[in-house]
């Protein structure tokens, strides 16, 4: 049973089509994220839900839109892609919401993103 | 300029050598995270240190986090090939959590 799971695994589209990835947890926990880590390995925070409420909300682009139809899911929307949107986007999820110090983080497998 | 900077960015070594892998910060941490991510998974948590000077281990890798809570090391001993991968810190701030750049580990047989 996977813990985070995120579909698709791999997309390949052209610039300025519209995609969505979704994520779901089994594991019941509060809170979920969507990091994108980039060409260079480096995982910067983008969304943030606890319980279906947005809490981190980084200085991304309005194409991108997060939705959590319930505290299991949270899918992310990509409106008018561009080339610097490739990139590999990892979901996760922890027990404790982002104000615990906590914060120990189970990750999805991520969804490899090419714009071409 | 990274709030978490970790070094060295790349380490190719032979199975059996040692290494320390470092990630430093300018700012405080309550706790700091270690993850190893492996190629076409997401970064899976190795150890969490709280306490300011705290050491953990977990087999071959020994954690420290600085006695400040700025900073905090990896030190795999007689590494080996199923160490390969790239390693993460992490700090709480600011309600988020921030990642360094990462080391990519390359163990040779």
């Known amino acids: 049973d996977t813990a985070v799971s995120q579909t698709p695994k791999y997309l390949v589209t052209q610039m300025g089509n519209d995609k969505s990835i979704k994520c779901e947890q089994n594991?019941?926990?509060?809170?979920m994220y969507w990091y994108k880590q980039d060409s260079k390995k480096f995982l910067k925070i983008m969304f943030s839900?606890?319980?279906?409420?947005?809490?981190i909300n980084e200085t991304v682009p309005n194409r991108f839109s997060p939705k959590s139809p319930d505290k299991a899911h949270l899918n992310l929307h990509i409106n008018s892609l561009e080339l610097g949107d490739s990139a590999v986007y990892f979901c996760?999820?922890?027990?404790?919401?982002?104000?615990?110090?906590?914060?120990?983080?189970?990750f999805g497998a991520g969804s490899r993103l090419t714009v071409l | 300029t990274q709030l978490l900077e970790q070094s060295p960015q790349f380490l190719s070594i032979q199975e059996g050598e040692n290494l320390t892998v470092y990630c430093n910060s300018s700012?405080?941490?309550?706790?700091l995270q270690w993850y190893r991510q492996e190629p076409g998974e997401g970064p899976v948590l190795l150890v969490t240190?709280?306490?300011?000077?705290e050491v953990k281990k977990l087999k071959r890798l020994t954690f420290q986090f600085g006695d400040a809570r700025k900073d905090s090391s990896l030190h795999i001993t007689a590494a080996q090939t199923g160490d390969t991968g790239l390693y993460l810190c992490?700090?709480?701030?600011?309600?988020?959590?921030?990642f360094g750049q990462g080391t990519e580990l390359s163990v040779k047989p």
């Open positions: 992490a700090g709480a701030k600011g309600g988020k959590l921030i």
């Open positions: 839900y606890n319980n279906k409420e947005l809490i």
């Open positions: 240190v709280v306490t300011g000077g």
């Open positions: 700012s405080v941490f309550s706790s």
């Open positions: 594991l019941g926990h509060d809170t």
């Open positions: 996760a999820s922890s027990q404790d919401s982002v104000h615990s110090g906590a914060n120990v983080l189970t």
